[in-house]
């Protein structure tokens, strides 16, 4: 039995989480990946947020993977803030984003199904508000299933890009098929009225660019060899598409190498640009504008000169998703690119490219977002990292997704920044753990017989944003409060170890609660009573022994150190 507890507040820390299993007292049932931050220019960065979804990448990912695979969004610090794992998404989830929708801030993201050895996925788009509930979802039309390669939500939420992989019997003589190898994807995108789930437009690859133009050829295999539906040969491969206000869209087809502009009515094709200059409408004025296998191809719209800008990922590398490394290589790295299209002269130039500050070449996925400031955000795809650069390609911030042996096998479709104010409608959680002390400032199980004894608490909210303090509190059995004190919040999780001396003459203290508040000291948020524990393991980095700490009067007023 507990014996009867005084106060005296000795410090509070948030430390840095090691091991997944002890990453968070109040949740632990939570996994997440530990973000390696190597490069950080806190005065640089842009500011928002991180959102990615990084998930396990091979044939044996039980080995080295994100333990919780899923949506995710982080600080520039590496701070976690919200896990949309499992209980918001599906287990396999790619393309975490911000968006508006109805007039206010939302995010999105595809979840079904991954077909590892094609880079193929079945699934649906899935809309939450600021709160994180669902308010409303995206299914592809004229009985298709939804790829995870594109989702975009466009004007306010009227309306959707989707994109779509078919599988289509048809004779493919011309490229080496045979009476055994007939099936062929029919890459497509839709523009989906979201309200209703109309098809507003729809582009047909097979329409417009023969199968002959592809790089992967039928008979390599390495992007299905045709014997069925399943197999079907993927020639084209759309992996994004994106839409400008005249109503043209800008689709990248990395089968092809190639980025085309389509008509908003028509569907004919406006514009080619071929990145090794393979049938392209543009003359190439630098060797940086080459580019094959890439990913996320973007309207940055015009400049001075009236030049029209993209901006794209560059994998220059290409190769199966069960299979270790890259069947083709193309240059050193793989890398960000923002390039300039003059119309009149039929020229491309690039504007500015960035290149990894380690040798990644990703031979799939892969992301270039430019951000309202002008930095751009590179995600490296299937290398599982992500690095934040100035408009002028200095790196200024560079994190790998995942820490320690679970990094290997990351990887990571897109990743975005943006910001954005959380207010989640999900519990915030508490724990009480109370330990007895030892030599050396280490904790131990704690013992009644113990002259001193140390209560570690903890208070998290995913999804938050706002609380900027936690406010602790403990009752007795006769169910009276006593004030543990408050302290500045640390990151997901916040820490406060308070020291106590067993009093005489009190009820037992046996609940813990916990309230978080704003800036302006507005309760924003308040845990169910949690009772105190004395029988769980001592976290690992309090069994080593705690920094000393200037030492309290007995039933001092409530002092908050750093550890």
Known sequence: MMRNLSLVVLGFTA???????????????????????????????????LFVAPFAGGSDHEKHSPLQPGPYIYTSQGDLVWTGFAQYFSIWTVNLQKTKFKGKDALFAFQGKHNAAHGHGHGHIKILDSSYRTVGEVRAGHHRLIDKHEGQILDDGKSALVQIYQPVARDLSEVGGDDDHQWIVDAQFQEIDVESGDVLFEWHSLDHVPPSHSNISLQSGQAGDGSDSSEAWDYFHINSVDKDADGHY????????????????????????????????????????????????RFQGRDKRGREIISLYDNSAHGTETDGGSEVRDAPTSSGKILALDHKEKTVETVQAFYPPFPLLSKSQGST???????????????????????????????????????????????????????????????????????????VPYSASSSNAKLLVAASWNG?????????????????????????????????????????????????????????????TETRWEKIEHDRAVPPEFRAGLSPLPSQKKNAQLVFQHV
Do not use: M
Not at 30 to 46: C, E, R
Not at 485 to 497: H, S
């Open 15 to 49: 430390l840095a989480r090691v091991q997944a299993s002890w990453q968070f007292l109040s949740r632990p049932d939570l996994s997440t990946p530990v973000l390696n931050i190597t490069q950080l220019d806190a005065d640089k960065v842009a500011p928002g947020y």
């Open 250 to 297: 800008l689709l990248s087809a990395r089968d092809v190498n190639s980025v085309y502009k389509i008509h908003g009515r028509t569907g004919k094709i406006i514009w080619r640009l071929g990145g090794r200059n393979e049938h392209s409408d543009f003359q190439a004025l630098d060797q940086e504008t080459s580019f094959s296998y890439q990913h996320h191809a």
């Open 369 to 443: 977002h430019v951000l309202p400031s002008g930095n751009v955000l590179v995600n490296w795809g299937s290398e599982g990292a992500v690095t934040e650069y100035t408009s002028d390609g200095t790196a200024i911030f560079h994190a790998f997704l995942d820490s320690g042996k679970l990094a290997a096998g990351v990887q990571n479709y897109r990743a975005f920044k943006s910001e954005w104010t959380g207010r989640p409608t999900e519990e915030a959680a508490v724990a009480g753990l109370l330990y007895s002390s030892a030599p050396g400032g280490k904790l």
């Open 464 to 524: 938050d944003t706002e609380v900027a303090t936690w406010r602790f509190v403990a009752r007795d059995e006769q169910q009276k409060i006593k004030k543990l004190g408050e302290g500045k919040r640390k990151g997901f999780e916040t820490r406060f170890l308070i020291d106590f001396e067993l009093g005489v003459g009190s009820h037992e203290l046996s609940h813990v609660r916990a309230e978080g508040l704003d800036r302006k000291g507005r309760v924003l």
